[in-house]
Nanobody
Framework: QLQPVESGGGLVQPGGSLRLSCAAS????????IGWFRQAPGREREGVSC????????YYPVSLKGRFTISRDNAKNTVLLQISNLKPEDTAIYYC??????????????????WGQGTQVTVSS
């Protein structure tokens, strides 16, 4: 079963940075298109980044572009999400997921299957 695993979350002060990892066991992440999402309490899950494996093309919401960077570390079979200049409104559980179809990338949760359990990011002073 394709089950990605997120890690790297934690408590960070405003203005700080974090690097989240999405790891895979039993399958190669570079065979799939991966998206990162987040969900804050009382809010819908929203896409923060995705990457098309075959082309390396990346996508971000306009509101987050510049602070969020998705990348791959194929040697470690992981997809990374670097977040800089963290703000309290970035507090959420962050998830990675596998896109339903190959060579696709979107920021819509409904387009993804095989979700990880999430990693908590809390931004607070």
């Amino acid at each position: 079963q394709l089950q990605p695993v997120e890690s790297g979350g934690g408590l960070v002060q405003p203005g700080g940075s974090l690097r989240l990892s999405c790891a895979a066991s039993g399958f190669m992440l570079d065979d799939y298109d991966i998206g990162w999402f987040r969900q804050a309490p009382g809010r819908e899950r929203e896409g923060v980044s995705c990457m098309v494996s075959s082309t390396g093309n990346t996508y971000y919401p306009v509101s987050l572009k510049g602070r969020f960077t998705i990348s791959r570390d194929n040697a470690k079979n992981t997809v990374l999400l670097q977040i800089s200049n963290l703000k309290p409104e970035d507090t959420a559980i962050y998830y990675c997921a596998v896109h339903k179809y190959p060579n696709r990338c979107s920021l819509h949760p409904a387009d993804y299957i095989h979700w990880g359990q999430g990693t908590q990011v809390t931004v607070s002073s």
